[in-house]
């Protein structure tokens, strides 16, 4: 998926599978790339259950890459704005997530009712507004559920 010749990517898991929501992840698992090789890089040390807290750890640690199930607006645009290219609403074993990264080919992997289509990632489900409020963020202005 990327030409550098090694790439850092973190998962949000539980237990040996992307956890299905982000923010409830019990492991952020690192993982390096190289020579298309995959190897174990650690575990981001979670400083506790606030999910600020979690995404400020996430974004300290340098990742470029965020491969994870469903997550809050809030926390995936706090991500992008620091530079982390969010994959969500993806669903499966690490293998098949890490494997699915290298060859880029997410589709058979997208969570059930997810309307991703190509590279663009949508919200979809209903409480996708819980993590913000009016339909706002202070950095962007997000679009009403109705033009998603």
């Known amino acids: 998926m990327n030409s550098d010749p090694t ?4 998962l949000a898991c539980y237990k ?11 492991e952020y698992k690192l993982f390096e790339i190289r020579d298309e090789k995959i190897y174990p890089a650690g575990l981001l040390s ?11 750890a996430i ?14 607006a809030h926390t995936q645009i706090l991500l992008e704005t620091g530079g982390i290219n969010v994959i969500p609403w ?6 098949e997530i890490l ?21 663009k990632q949508h919200r979809a489900g209903k409480g996708q507004n819980r993590c913000r409020k009016n ?14």
């Open 7 to 10: 790439t850092l990517v973190c």
């Open 16 to 26: 040996d599978r992307l956890a299905s929501v982000c923010e409830n992840a019990d």
């Open 46 to 56: 979670l400083p506790s259950k606030d999910p600020m807290d979690r995404t400020s």
């Open 59 to 72: 974004l300290a640690c340098g990742v470029p890459f965020l491969l994870c199930g469903a997550i809050c």
């Open 90 to 95: 993806l669903t499966g074993s690490t293998e």
């Open 99 to 119: 494997k699915a990264f290298t060859t880029n080919s997410f589709e058979s992997l997208r969570m059930p009712g997810c309307r991703a289509h190509g590279n």
């Open 135 to 148: 339909n706002q963020h202070p950095d962007k202005t997000l679009p009403p559920d109705s033009a998603i």
